[in-house]
C-alpha cells in the first residue's frame, strides 16, 4: 500500500470537550494495472451532528507481483 494523497477541510476548530463521531466512504475504486487506486473520505462531526471536518485519503494497492 503506497499512500498517495490526503487532504483536510476543516469547518470548525476542535475545542477541549468536543465528542467526536467519524463516517468513512469509500468514493472510489480505480483498476490501475495490476493494482489498484482506492478514495476514501471521513466525515467528522461531534455527535450533536455539527460539521467539524472532511478529510479525503487516496492509497494505491498494488498487485501482489509488484
Known amino acids: 500500500v503506497v499512500h498517495a494523497d490526503q487532504r483536510f477541510t476543516h469547518h470548525r476548530p476542535i475545542v477541549a470537550g468536543d465528542e467526536l463521531v ?3 466512504h ?3 475504486v480505480r483498476a490501475m494495472g495490476s493494482g489498484a487506486m ?3 473520505r471521513a466525515e467528522i462531526s461531534t455527535v450533536a451532528g455539527e ?3 472532511t478529510t479525503v485519503s ?3 494497492v498494488r498487485g501482489e507481483d509488484q
Do not use: F, K
Request: glycine share 0%; proline share 7%; net charge negative.
Open 58 to 60: 487516496s492509497l494505491l
Open 38 to 40: 482506492i478514495t476514501s
Open 22 to 24: 467519524a463516517e468513512l
Open 51 to 53: 460539521p467539524v471536518a
Open 26 to 28: 469509500v468514493d472510489q
